[in-house]
């Protein structure tokens, strides 16, 4: 079984919409958890940490489940920008490995 | 500027050379990471190395192999051993529970 097993998607959606990506995680000594964004051909670069309490920055709210082991981000009122592949990851703790899903690909059409 | 530098940022090997992929960083991080992206896929970890000599093997080290003689750098060799090597290949560092990445290799085999 995978580490981190991800929503496969693809998802297209029309501009404003609310969208969510779901992942889980099969290591529970995992400590820390994350999304990434990647555009086409880039690096993926760090969108949020998910914390056990959630948290949000403007668009976007993370949420971590230890219990069932399960992280989600959600995007509200989504714009054409936010079109890219969305990754979840995980790890850290003692061994620092850290391992991530395989992304979703987002499309926001106009 | 801090980060991470990854050379070069296209590379054609020829079939049953070795090759290697420089990955430097300025951030003073601990750990850093080498992962292998084939398109449409997500990250996968070949290997991790969380302080100077001293590395670990990753989910698919096979046909790999890495050193980390300085804090700064973290190069890695694609040896003939590799059956499909060409990929887009990502080099990525962390002090805390976050990492960053490089921008990022491509590698092509010819």
């Known amino acids: 079984r995978k580490e981190v097993e991800q929503d496969p998607g693809p998802f297209n959606v029309p501009e404003g919409a609310t969208v969510a990506f779901n992942c889980t995680y099969s290591n529970s000594a995992s400590q820390s958890f994350f999304w990434y964004r990647q555009d086409c051909r880039k690096e993926p670069k760090l969108l949020m940490s998910v914390y056990s309490s959630g948290n949000e920055d403007g668009r976007f709210t993370a949420q971590l489940n230890r219990a069932s082991q399960y992280i989600s981000l959600l995007i509200r009122d989504s714009k054409l920008s936010d079109s890219a592949t969305y990754l979840c990851g995980g790890g850290g703790g003692s061994n620092y490995k850290l391992t991530f899903g395989k992304g979703t690909l987002l499309t926001v059409n106009p | 500027d801090g980060g991470i530098t990854q050379s070069p940022k296209y590379l054609f090997r020829k079939e049953g050379q070795n090759v290697t992929l420089s990955c430097e960083q300025n951030?003073?991080?601990?750990?850093m990471y080498w992962y292998r992206q084939d398109p449409g896929q997500g990250l996968r970890l070949i290997y991790y190395s969380q302080i100077v000599n001293d590395f670990q093997k990753g989910d698919i080290a096979e046909g790999y192999s890495v050193s980390r003689e300085k804090k700064e750098s973290f190069p890695l060799t694609v040896t003939s051993a590799q059956k499909n090597p060409t990929a887009f290949y990502l080099c990525?560092?962390?002090?805390?529970?976050?990492?960053?990445f490089g921008q990022g290799t491509r590698l092509t085999v010819v």
């Open positions: 951030l003073n991080h601990d750990a």
């Open positions: 990525a560092s962390s002090y805390g529970p976050e990492a960053f």
